[in-house]
């Protein structure tokens, strides 16, 4: 609370104060005064010198004999890292491979450089792609407490594909299961059921929704003794790939 305090009042009574005419400054770090004075700068001159004779404009330090590489006046910066331009590939162009990646802001990764009252500006873009593409993969757990929820997505494939169709005709749908651990002490199959597996990739990404009702309804659930526990494995995996 009393770091807080003192800080507070450090801003009140020096926001307008040019850095060589605080006094009594000597005890606090130089990095401290960078950042409540942004239009200061710091000078290594001689030894023995108090933090406040250090401190002064830029212009003032150079002329009292501050050597250029000797002074610590840091600015703010600006540095676009990641600026692909917004998307403007008609919707049927879109469709092919090559003109899937949609960029719909620009710029997509900025670095800043920021100093306390120097502010940083740039420009951004957005243009909304009308008929937005959508990738819908169904990452789903199939031990034996799922059962009901299996048989949802058996009969939601179909229909979902029908109402996705009145938002976007760029759709797909994709679907891979698992269980858990296939190592002993995790894995069992006293009733007849599918034995346990850690990452089945059961249908790629595909506009298809017959397929994905046919290959999702022969799915049938399976029996581990504990929790599953490659849930977590199985969500990299279908993050990582580059083709699902």
């Not at 040019?18 to 009594?24: E, R």
């Not at 710091?42 to 003032?60: M, N, P, S, Y």
């Not at 199939?142 to 005709?169: P, Q, R, W």
């Not at 993050?239 to 699902?244: I, R």
Request: net charge positive; glycine share 6%; charged share 20%.
């Amino acid at each position: 609370f009393s770091t807080s305090y003192v800080v507070v009042c450090m801003l009140c009574c020096i926001k307008h104060k040019p850095c060589k005419q605080i006094l009594n400054m000597e005890h606090h770090m130089c990095s401290i005064l960078m950042m409540l004075l942004k239009d200061d700068g710091l000078c290594f001159l001689k030894v023995g010198q108090h933090i406040w004779e250090r401190c002064d404009t830029a212009g003032a330090l150079l002329k009292r004999g501050c050597p250029f590489d000797h002074l610590e006046d840091p600015r703010g910066s600006t540095v676009l890292l990641k600026n692909r331009k917004i998307t403007f590939h008609p919707k049927e162009q879109r469709h092919k491979r090559l003109h899937r990646v949609v960029t719909q802001l620009q710029p997509q990764t900025v670095l800043l450089h920021l100093r306390p009252g120097e502010p940083q500006s740039f420009e951004v873009k957005f243009k909304q792609v009308k008929d937005y593409l959508i990738d819908l993969y169904y990452l789903m757990d199939l031990s034996f407490s799922m059962e009901d929820d299996l048989m949802n997505v058996k009969k939601l494939g179909a229909d979902l594909m029908k109402e996705m169709k009145n938002i976007t005709s760029d759709f797909r749908l994709g679907f891979v299961a698992f269980v858990g651990k296939t190592v002993i002490l995790y894995i069992n199959t006293p009733w007849p059921c599918t034995p346990p597996f850690t990452y089945h990739n059961i249908l790629s990404l595909t506009t298809n929704g017959s397929l994905f009702t046919e290959l999702v309804g022969g799915q049938r659930i399976s029996s581990n003794l504990d929790s599953p526990e490659v849930g977590l494995n199985d969500l990299m995996q279908a993050t990582m790939c580059e083709v699902m």
